[in-house]
């Protein structure tokens, strides 16, 4: 089983819509998670980090996390084209690789016009 | 002032030559990484220094060496490249291990 999981998409939304990228990660201890944007042919951008359970407002973004159910999503309204981007998910487990961040695999996606 | 560095941002290199990539941060992070990014973008820890001593070093043939000279920089040095280290290679910095971390630009190495 994979440690953190993402739909590889791709995902795509119409402008202005809501856009639902969703994570689930298999350690229960976890405590930090983060949320990265990376456009093509450039580096990881953090946009979101979120530590406790609930929502987590910033602009047009909400993070969402779940710890019983061990997800933890990313919520963007009102879509623009510039938010086609693959977003990367990242985890730190309780323990072990001196907890490190493990990332998903990403997921595409493409806001149409 | 750019927070994390890396140079070259491009690198093309025959099989079997060593070559090195540099990785400079001024935000004062204690912790520093280098991540490979292979052709399926699946972003893979390599190497961890804390306060310039390693604390991971993942299933990464030996022919990768990471050197700290101090806090602020974390070069990668390579031996013998072969052709399936074509990648793009991240390093990051963080304040301190399972935080934020913030990424450089990357070097696409491109070994032919």
């Known amino acids: 089983q994979k440690e953190v999981e993402q739909n590889s998409g791709p995902l795509s939304v119409p402008e202005g819509a809501i856009a639902s990228l969703n994570c689930t990660y298999s350690?229960?201890?976890?405590?930090?998670f983060f949320w990265y944007r990376q456009y093509s042919g450039k580096s990881p951008e953090l946009i979101m980090s979120?530590?406790?359970?609930g929502d987590k407002e910033d602009g047009r973004f909400t993070a969402q996390l779940n710890k019983a159910s061990q997800y933890v999503s990313l919520l963007i309204r009102d879509s623009q084209p510039s938010d086609s981007a693959t977003y990367l998910c990242a985890v730190t487990p309780s323990s072990g690789s001196a907890r490190q961040l493990t990332f998903g695999s990403g997921t595409q996606l493409t806001v149409l016009p | 002032d750019t927070a994390v560095s890396q140079t070259p941002k491009y690198l093309v290199t025959q099989m079997g030559n060593d070559k090195s990539i540099k990785c400079e941060q001024n935000?004062?992070?204690?912790?520093m990484y280098w991540y490979k990014q292979d052709s399926k973008k699946f972003l893979k820890i390599m190497f961890s220094y804390n306060n310039k001593e390693l604390i991971i070093n993942e299933t990464v043939p030996n022919r990768f060496s990471p050197k700290s000279p101090d806090k602020a920089h974390l070069n990668l040095h390579i031996n013998s490249l072969e052709l399936g280290d074509s990648a793009v290679y991240f390093c990051?910095?963080?304040?301190?291990?399972?935080?934020?971390?913030?990424f450089g630009p990357g070097t696409r190495l491109t070994v032919t």
């Open positions: 350690d229960r201890g976890s405590q930090s």
């Open positions: 935000l004062g992070h204690d912790t």
């Open positions: 979120i530590y406790s359970n």
């Open positions: 990051a910095s963080s304040q301190q291990r399972g935080r934020e971390q913030y």
